[in-house]
């Protein structure tokens, strides 16, 4: 309603460098688009979590989690599609800032998904944002992978026995993502969190471990076809996400 | 180093870098005089321009304004008058429009110009005596048509709208017409009816709850407030009077004149008067002048009552418009909300008008989302006072949750959790452990119930659980915590015949075997030795359980195998079995259930009459008191079946506006063809020259283009208004089903013969009294709390004695099934007016129940006589 405060230039402040067409075609896009990008959110984060949060600004058709191109879990930003530009709108104004698991999530206008944006752009599978960190962040798998590869060639170097890791905060290999985000640090309140389906990956990785622990025949079942779904659905497949560069397309919402 | 003359009109009157240190209103218009003067001469328009818009989204600046135009006036008059023109013009135009923000705003413009000799009183006065005579006129049985009165009370609001702003100055310079104008007020109000909306309160009020100052409407409080304000003198210590600082300046200005203004004429009465006709415009008037803010009492008196009554008024006003001007803009929104040019302190008042705002029935302004955020920046912005204010007013409507309208419970619930979400989940929950000794189908346990059920959706179960830990017992009332419910008849997870069907569909879904080969396989060896039941709960849980990992694998799942879905499931009957199927699959998550449904509506897998059904069954009728869950999905159904409909309006509005410009086109391109032949037709009998005929044929395809544009948009208007035909249709069956539904269930469960006419009555059905005493609740333990909290908080507690719960459970699922019957006609009324003579013949009939028709028709705001 208030135009005077209203500097529209910042509507495309960021410049997502893959889009393919020039400045005025990106505005417009961002102009009538009716999905939004949210950032900053934790890796444990659903989507059921997106929906409850996102559909009070309006009917929501559609959610893309954005996952590690590596391990295809979660990575830390999501997509949501709406219907109508109206509400696309009001999340963007009312949700933005907001708190969702703890951290404050970023939401932008978005000029539209397509196949392949779901992948994390950084070296190592997830968000570049995440390569470079330097702190610890629980909700983001620890500390940045460039530092955790550092923590891991240092661990190899001292032997500090199995699961004796002191005062040092957890040293979260590749595959983080399996491990709950840090056992005894800020991560593990969530462990066993809700139930399987919010948990997916702590699951995956208790079901090999301690295929005991999972007593009804029901829920083996279950989980083999959650596998099956893992390899057969879209948002999952590994597929044509080739770009190897560094550019960090969510700079600006970091 | 001076800022631009926008940034110190934009940020006159507030504390900011502009305008250095001070914040004397005095120097901020000197400055920001001093700036425009210079201005002036090369940006007129441009400067014209900003401080309209200024003015008009800024409307608690305007005093401001209106003096910094007096001192232009004194130098620049033709800069003045053009001003003054051009507020006209605008005036004019919302008039005609019916844009009532502009309107109101627009008149306090020029109240204020009129303080600063800018504008003649006498004009003001003609203004003023327009409406009033348009008011007069249109609540006139004979001459006019009372169903506008929204519109004539909203002109009379205007007009005493102005006086705090102005008052002292018009009885000091037009006495007599002021006093005139007063006199025809009052009669006004002598004429019109007083508004009784118990459809849009808050709270039932058949109720012990007191109602408003001897039960006076908004115009009459007003009218109230009015009159005490002018035998005080006209002080108003809410509104700045800047212009008194300059006034030795100001008079030598010249006022100008307004030239005639004119009232639009309203619409005409029905041509057949009758109830239902009456009802309609009636309902279209108010949703065009809608009532602009409901009171609604949170705190006790003497938090808010030491302000004169018309402060109240005017900074109810100032933070609505903030809420109106600044809603997106979170920074300006929260710092204007929390510095208002007043020189008392109202975090209790701004509250109220927030949660007012945020409860408003049938719709607040805005959706509820940005109350919620704006409720959340204040708590940020005001750290030492806001969160404790929030707390009491939370703690005050759950002390009245009974008697909360169903619609404004449920706007409580989301918003509550999701402002707790913001803030680490943090809340004093052993005051409210007692509800676990109410039964399960108290209001405040229910209330509880569903935040916590809203707080694990935001969040998750074990963080939920750990931020009630001060109040372990209320764990009982957590949702559950397991995940789908796979369960296929046979016990002890023996392989069964439907685990085999079951590992067998799952098999296929796995090998990618294409989707009719999955369905001859039913059709072949599934339904013909299992049956339709079998097959059903089969194909069923097997997709659910493979879409059950996320929203997405869920929504994959119906997109590829739906149309195995709607094989087994091709009429209403099964459709309803399939919801069932649905619910039972996700019991104990009700948002995927929720969810599962909507998308499969969405899917076109299920229709709404059947969802509508499933929640009419036993199962659900059973828990209609104890749970929001089988209202959730009927609340999903209704509004998805709506908002189908007004996107196909939207989309017809856009279409009809591309149908007229192609017109135009094709217009545009006939005509130039024609003038193109005609002149190629005067060069006679000579041989037409090859560029001539170039052009005519360019011209020629061209006009035949814009025409078959024409025609093909005029195709898919038709293609479109036959879909919209359908869905309104279907919307018709939705509430005729619904309406038939709810009187069934009504006429079954509401006590037979039964006397009772007014809830109050069912209510006091049941005699025997659960013993249970708010009283003892520990004082607020708030995190934030102050020492302002504590006796607010015994206050509300001694004011209302008798707080034990003693509805029995018939009759409270009677009470909560009629609210939401009161809830749902109130939020579609525009809806279910068109198709009011068919639910009349079919529904409202004689036999149905008085207290549902009553439901109705107070969520309808019809009158029970007009039937």
């Given at each position: 309603m208030a135009s005077l405060f209203k500097d529209l230039s910042k509507l495309s402040a960021y410049r997502d460098r893959r889009f393919p067409g020039n400045q005025e075609e990106f505005e417009h896009a961002l102009l009538t688009s009716t999905t939004v990008y949210i950032g900053n959110m934790s890796f444990y984060t659903t989507e059921e979590q997106v929906y409850e949060l996102f559909s009070r600004a309006g009917e929501i058709k559609k959610i893309i989690m954005g996952l590690?191109?590596?391990?295809?879990?979660?990575?830390g930003f999501c997509f949501v599609l709406y219907y109508s530009r109206e509400d696309t709108e009001d999340a963007c104004k009312y949700i933005s800032g907001t708190i969702l698991d703890d951290r404050p999530i970023r939401v932008d206008f978005d000029w539209g998904f397509q196949e392949g944006r779901q992948w994390g752009r950084g070296r190592s599978g997830g968000q570049v944002r995440d390569e470079y960190r330097t702190d610890y962040d629980p909700g983001r798998g620890g500390y940045g992978k460039l530092v955790q590869k550092e923590l891991e060639v240092q661990r190899q170097l001292v032997d500090y026995g199995a699961g004796s890791l002191g005062s040092v905060p957890p040293v979260i290999p590749s595959s983080y993502g399996r491990h709950g985000g840090g056992h005894g640090h800020g991560g593990n309140y969530r462990h066993g969190r809700d139930y399987h389906r919010k948990r997916q990956r702590d699951d995956d990785r208790h079901r090999t471990r301690e295929?005991?622990?999972?007593?009804s025949d029901h829920e083996s079942r279950r989980n083999s076809d959650h596998e099956s779904r893992l390899e057969k659905n879209p948002r999952f497949r590994e597929s044509g996400d080739s770009d190897e560069d560094d550019e960090d397309d969510r700079k600006r919402r970091d | 180093m001076s800022s631009s003359w926008r940034s110190l009109l934009l940020r006159i009157g507030d504390k900011c870098p502009e305008y250095g240190p001070t914040s004397d209103f005095k120097d901020h218009i000197e400055t920001c005089f001093a700036a425009l003067r210079r201005e002036l001469d090369h940006s007129e328009a441009e400067i014209l321009e900003f401080l309209l818009a200024c003015a008009e989204q800024l409307p608690h600046k305007i005093p401001l304004y209106g003096t910094l135009i007096g001192l232009i006036n004194l130098e620049n008059e033709d800069f003045v008058k053009k001003l003054v023109e051009s507020t006209q013009t605008k005036f004019q135009d919302a008039l005609d429009t019916g844009n009532y923000n502009v309107i109101r705003i627009l008149m306090r413009l020029m109240t204020v110009l009129m303080c600063s000799k800018v504008l003649q009183p006498s004009s003001l006065v003609v203004v003023f005596e327009m409406l009033l005579s348009s008011a007069a006129t249109t609540v006139d049985e004979e001459k006019g048509n009372p169903l506008w009165q929204p519109c004539a009370d909203f002109f009379i609001t205007c007009i005493l709208s102005c006086l705090p702003w102005g008052g002292a100055e018009l009885i000091e310079q037009v006495p007599e017409e002021i006093e005139r104008v007063m006199v025809g007020v009052e009669a006004y109000l002598s004429i019109r009816r007083h508004i009784s909306d118990d459809g849009l309160s808050?709270?039932?009020?058949?109720?012990?709850?007191e109602r408003g100052p001897g039960d006076k409407d908004f115009l009459e409080d007003l009218w109230d407030k009015i009159q005490v304000l002018s035998t005080n003198g006209w002080k108003v210590e809410s509104v700045p009077r800047p212009h008194l600082s300059f006034e030795a300046q100001l008079v030598a200005g010249k006022s100008h004149e307004l030239g005639p203004i004119s009232c639009p004429s309203l619409p005409n009465p029905p041509s057949v008067p009758s109830g239902i006709a009456n009802g309609k415009q009636k309902h279209e008037a108010e949703l065009k002048y809608p009532q602009r803010i409901h009171r609604l009492n949170i705190f006790p008196p003497s938090k808010t009552e030491d302000l004169q009554p018309i402060d109240r008024f005017v900074v109810e006003e100032y933070l609505l418009d903030v809420l109106l001007f600044f809603n997106g803009s979170r920074k300006e929104c929260a710092s204007f909300m929390v510095g208002l040019p007043v020189p008392f302190r109202y975090e209790y008042l701004m509250a109220e008008t927030i949660f007012s705002q945020l409860l408003m029935l049938p719709q607040p302004p805005f959706k509820p989302i940005y109350y919620t955020l704006v409720i959340m920046d204040l708590c940020k912005a005001l750290p030492g006072a806001f969160p404790a204010i929030v707390a009491g007013a939370v703690r005050a409507l759950f002390e009245k949750i009974a008697d909360l309208d169903m619609e404004c419970r449920t706007r409580l619930v989301l918003w509550f959790s999701h402002h707790l979400s913001n803030f680490q989940f943090i809340w004093p929950w052993e005051e409210w452990a007692f509800v676990l000794d109410l039964p399960k189908w108290a209001p405040q346990r229910v209330f509880v119930q569903e935040v916590l059920e809203r707080e694990v959706r935001l969040s998750y179960w074990d963080k939920v659980k750990q931020s009630i830990e001060n109040a372990p017992g209320l764990e009982e009332l957590l949702p559950p915590k397991g995940g789908p419910s796979l369960n296929f008849g046979g016990e002890d997870g023996k392989e069964n015949n439907e685990h085999v069907l079951s590992g067998e569909l799952n098999s296929m879904v796995k090998g990618k075997t294409p989707v009719r080969e999955i369905i001859s396989w039913i059709d072949e060896s599934v339904f013909p030795n299992n049956g339709l039941e079998v097959t059903l709960r089969v194909v069923v849980q097997t997709l659910l359980n493979i879409g059950s990992k996320s929203f997405t694998h869920l929504i994959t799942v119906l997109e590829r195998y739906g149309q195995v879905i709607a094989k087994v499931c091709p009429d209403q009957d099964k459709q309803v079995m399939l919801i069932a199927e649905v619910s039972s699959f996700w019991k104990s998550n009700t948002q995927m259930t929720a969810i599962a449904i909507d998308r499969m509506m969405g899917y076109r897998l299920v229709s709404n009459l059947a969802i509508l059904r499933w929640v009419f069954s036993s199962e659900n009728i059973e828990q209609f008191h104890t749970s929001d869950r089988p209202w959730e999905i009927l609340r999903n159904a209704v509004s998805k079946t709506y908002n189908r409909i007004s996107d196909l309006r939207k989309e017809l509005l856009s279409l009809k506006k591309n149908i007229s410009s192609a017109e135009e086109a094709a217009k545009e391109a006939k005509s130039e063809l024609d003038a193109a032949e005609l002149k190629l037709t005067l060069v006679d009998g000579e041989p037409v020259l090859g560029e001539s005929q170039f052009r005519l044929n360019r011209l020629k395809s061209r006009a035949e283009k814009a025409k078959e544009e024409v025609v093909s948009l005029q195709e898919s208007l038709e293609a479109k208004e036959a879909l919209l035909a359908r869905a309104i249709d279907e919307n018709e069956a939705l509430f005729i089903l619904l309406y038939k539904s709810f009187s069934n269930v009504l006429t079954e469960r509401l006590?037979?013969?039964?006397?009772?006419?007014t809830l109050r009555e069912l209510k006091a059905a049941q005699v025997d009294v659960m013993a249970v005493d708010t009283e003892e609740q520990p004082s607020s333990i708030m995190?934030?709390?102050?020492?302002?909290q504590r006796p607010q908080n015994s206050e509300t507690n001694g004011g209302k004695t008798s707080s034990a719960y003693n509805v029995g459970e018939k009759e409270q699922w009677c009470i909560t099934t009629l609210g939401y019957v009161k809830a749902f006609s109130r939020q579609y009324a525009a809806e279910i007016w068109p198709h009011i003579e068919k639910i009349d013949a079919e529904v409202l009939t004689e036999d149905a129940p008085p207290l549902f028709r009553s439901a109705v028709y107070s969520g309808l705001g019809r009158s029970i006589n007009d039937a």
């Open positions: 590690d191109k590596n391990t295809k879990t979660p990575c295929p005991s622990k999972r007593t | 808050f709270f039932e009020n058949d109720d012990e709850i006590p037979e013969g039964s006397e009772a006419r995190e934030l709390d102050d020492e302002n």
